[in-house]
Every structure is written in C-alpha cells, then in structure tokens.
C-alpha cells in the first residue's frame, strides 16, 4: 500500500500518545499540581495531533463524523469511539491531578481504554485477509509494545523502557519474518483471483485500465529489497536498541530527550515499511505475482 505521511503521523504520535496516558493513568509518574497538567498536555498532544493527522488521509474530511457510527462491525469505528472516551476520562483525570488529587477509577478506566484504542487502532489492518502480512497476531502485539514503550520513555520510566523496547524489537522482527512469506503461503494468483484457472495457467493479458486510479495509487505499492532491508535496519537501530540503551543510563533530560526522538524516528521508519510492504490482494489484478 501506499505509505501516506498522514498515516504514519497518525499511528506513530497517537500511539505514543496512548501508551503516556496509560503510565499516567496507573500513576507512573505519580504528579500532581502543574507537573501533572504538563504530562497530561503532552500525552493529549500526541494523541490529539495523531489523530487529527488522521484525518487528512480522508477524502472528506467533513464526513469524519460517521466514523463513530458503525462501531457495532468497523474497527475504525471502534477506535474513533474509544479514543473519544479515552481523551475524555483522562481529561477529568488530568483535572482531578491538577487539584491535587488522582481518583484510581478515573486513572485505571483511562489507562485501559488507551490500550484498548491503540488495539482497536492495530485490528484495523490485522483484521482484512486481503493483506495477508498484516493478517496476524504479530500486528496487534506490537502496536501495543510499541506503544507502550513509547510512553515508558516519555514518562521517565527507564528500565521498563529498555524491557518493554526488547520485546517490541522480537515482535518486529517476528512481525518481518513472517510477514515476508504471508502473501506465498495464501496460495493466491490471478487464476485464484478471477476464478479463471489455476495456479499458473493465467496471465494478465494488459491492465485494466490505461491510467493510474485509486487503487493503483493506494493498494498497489512496490519497494526495492535493499531499501526495505536499509529501513529495517534504521527501525531496529532507531527505534529500538538506541533508546533501550539510553534507558539503561541515569535517566534524566539528557537522556530522555534523545532516547525519544530517536524511538519515534525509527517507528517511522518502520510504520513507513509497514504500509508500503503490504502486498493487497487486488494487486493480482494489475500483473502481480
């Protein structure tokens, strides 16, 4: 698929976002007064722009609404509706720490629904067949490692950081390997596709059609070996073991800074080889293997 920026902004700083607001909302860090207010405006920063990135990628932005109508079968809808009430009970949680208090109900009903949002967020691509890389367990699990491991950086947390960064970088690299054979292991060809024959007997005799369209532009999406294989390497080095290593340091401004620019550069990097290795299904249709 095609690798929108708008996407990538989106799952990268609301899953930061999300993953803060549970550390917030178990009470890690314990603040309150003006402190608190400062990291309930940053986790509300990163999900709120998150999510308004998100937005752009809509062909209508107007009609972003109607994405929380459908919740009893979309998972878009789902997540629209979760991270609603997740903003709103961290909100009041954020209010009652500015006064100087943190009701357990409104921190644990927050951080729960963040981890249910950035889930929600990941079942979108794990649910459609029609991409088979995306199509496992190995998606949702590491939208929430990474999530989480992007809010123990951001709430000071170095140990469970460097911990909670370890296993996302087993779970992206579980996530490659398996991924890579995915498409194979479906069977599916153009005969499979049309019904026409099986599984080498049919060939595209010339493309549906003369120019570009929307499925050409989003769905059908090549990237070199060596590109893929360099941004792996940047999402594991970036993302992964650099900050892992900061947060064993005495963690303090010097260390936490770095470690959490360097961890959301490369989850870009990996959320941009996300989208552009997912081999969709229709591209079957335009001469695909």
């Given at each position: 698929m095609?690798p929108?920026?708008?996407l990538?902004?989106?799952?990268v700083?609301s ?7 549970v ?33 752009l ?6 009609r972003?609404l ?7 079968s979309?998972w ?12 709103a ?10 006064l100087?208090h ?13 981890l249910?949002?950035?889930t929600?967020t990941?079942?979108i ?11 496992h367990w ?35 690299l579980?996530?490659?390997r ?7 292991r ?13 599984h080498d007997?049919v060939?595209?005799?010339?493309r ?8 050409t ?7 070199a070996r060596?590109?893929a ?10 993302g992964?073991?650099?900050?892992a ?9 010097w ?8 961890h ?20 079957l ?5």
């Open positions: 095609h929108a920026p708008s990538i902004a989106f799952t700083l899953g930061a976002g999300f993953g803060l607001m550390f917030l909302g178990l009470g890690l860090p314990a603040a309150t007064g003006w402190t608190a207010a400062l990291w309930h405006a940053l986790a509300f920063a990163l999900a709120g722009g998150g999510l308004v990135a998100s937005t990628h809509l062909g209508h932005p107007e972003a109607l994405a929380f109508t459908q919740w009893r979309s878009l809808s789902r997540e629209a509706c979760l991270a609603v009430a997740t903003l009970i961290m909100a009041l949680h954020g209010l009652a720490a500015l100087g943190r009701p357990p109900i409104f921190g644990a009903l927050g951080a729960g629904l963040a249910s949002t950035v929600a990941a079942m691509y794990a649910q459609l067949r029609s991409v088979p890389r995306w199509h190995t998606v949702p699990a590491l939208f929430v490692a990474l999530s989480l491991s992007g809010g123990a950086l951001l709430s000071g947390h170095g140990p469970a950081a460097a911990a909670l960064l370890i296993l996302a970088g087993a779970l992206m579980a996530h490659w398996i991924g890579d054979g995915a498409f194979a479906t069977r599916s060809s153009p005969g499979t596709a049309t019904g026409l024959g099986p007997t060939r595209l005799f010339e549906p059609h003369t120019g570009d369209n929307y499925l532009r989003e769905m059908v999406f090549t990237v060596r590109r294989g360099a941004l792996r390497a940047v999402a594991l080095t970036l992964i073991a650099a900050p290593l900061l947060a064993l340091l005495p963690f303090g401004a260390t936490l800074v770095p470690a959490v620019a360097l959301l550069t490369g989850i870009a990097a990996q959320r941009w080889l996300f989208f552009a290795q997912a081999e969709h299904m229709v591209g249709y335009y001469g695909r293997s």
